[in-house]
């Protein structure tokens, strides 16, 4: 046999060496073999980036949310809610942290009062749309806005000195008194020289309307969808106070105004949400009752 291969060992390895050759060329052809991975999800820093007040249009869809915490609640389960409104029930948007995750997130009271940027998929739960986090690298504090290098760059603040009915207002912008009437909003009208009886609920929306704006420091923010004046002559302005509160929203999701479907606005589908909202919680002028 060793005389075999010693006589022949030109020809076997000449076999060899072409087998080796073919078996490269075969390999080289054969597709790469499939490798499994997880879907990659969205980064933080790539995922759609909306105000949490947006949430309910933007339902399965993975995003970053942003809002300001107003408090952290804990059920009896373990569960914890970090809410962005005073009542959770009306507010347009939530976060949950089941209890088999609470452990992750050692301490959740110190999120209160903080503007987070939630990133998540935005679910559904019993019509309301929520984030549900099992991560802490879904939370994110942003840094606090650069402070503006020149007081022009701030907007002014101007005095409310009178509250006309729930949706109309003058303001003192300093050279004079101009009339502002809110955009998106209507609330039922008080008695005037061309209404000579209150409408129902108008009272009581003029009456809150002046508990939340008489005398208050506030900023006036135009619409680019709307004019800058009506036929009345009224400035059209959203209406914030220092604190960020849209007065324009708030009317609406306390039930003291209706969103005004006849003129296109920034907000009009935010708005809509809010009296839906309003309806079901038959909150103001959905209840049926007279303050």
């Not at 075999?4 to 087998?19: D, E, G, L, R």
């Amino acid at each position: 046999m060793k005389n075999f291969f010693y006589k022949n060992k030109v020809h076997i390895t000449i076999i060899v060496a072409a087998f080796l050759i073919a078996a490269s060329i075969w390999l080289s052809k054969r597709p790469a073999p499939l490798q499994l991975s997880k879907t990659a999800l969205p980064s933080q820093d790539s995922a759609k980036r909306i105000d949490y007040t947006e949430a309910p249009n933007h339902v399965g869809e993975y995003a970053c949310v942003s809002g300001k915490i107003d408090h952290v609640y804990t059920s009896k389960k373990g569960t914890i809610f970090l809410n962005f409104c005073p009542d959770y029930k009306t507010c347009p948007f939530g976060i949950v942290i089941f209890g088999s995750d609470a452990s992750k997130f050692p301490n959740p009271k110190q999120y209160e009062g903080q503007t987070l940027e939630i990133t998540g998929l935005i679910k559904s739960y019993q019509g309301r749309p929520e984030i549900v986090l099992n991560a802490p690298d879904q939370i994110k504090i942003p840094p606090p806005p650069k402070p503006p290098s020149s007081a022009k760059e701030a907007p002014p603040v101007y005095t409310v000195v009178e509250v006309i009915d729930g949706d109309t207002i003058k303001v003192d912008i300093g050279e004079k008194i101009v009339t502002v009437r809110l955009i998106g909003i209507d609330t039922p009208e008080v008695a005037n020289p061309h209404n000579p009886q209150n409408d129902y609920f108008g009272p009581e929306a003029a009456q809150y309307t002046k508990h939340l704006l008489e005398n208050q420091l506030v900023y006036l923010i135009p619409d680019p969808m709307q004019s800058n004046r009506d036929k009345y002559d009224r400035l059209l302005r959203y209406v914030f106070l220092e604190d960020g509160t849209l007065i324009n929203a708030k009317l609406i999701a306390d039930g003291f105004a209706y969103n005004y479907i006849y003129e296109p606005f920034q907000f009009m589908k935010q708005f809509d949400y809010l009296e839906k909202q309003a309806k079901e919680k038959q909150l103001g002028l959905w209840s049926g009752k007279k303050n």
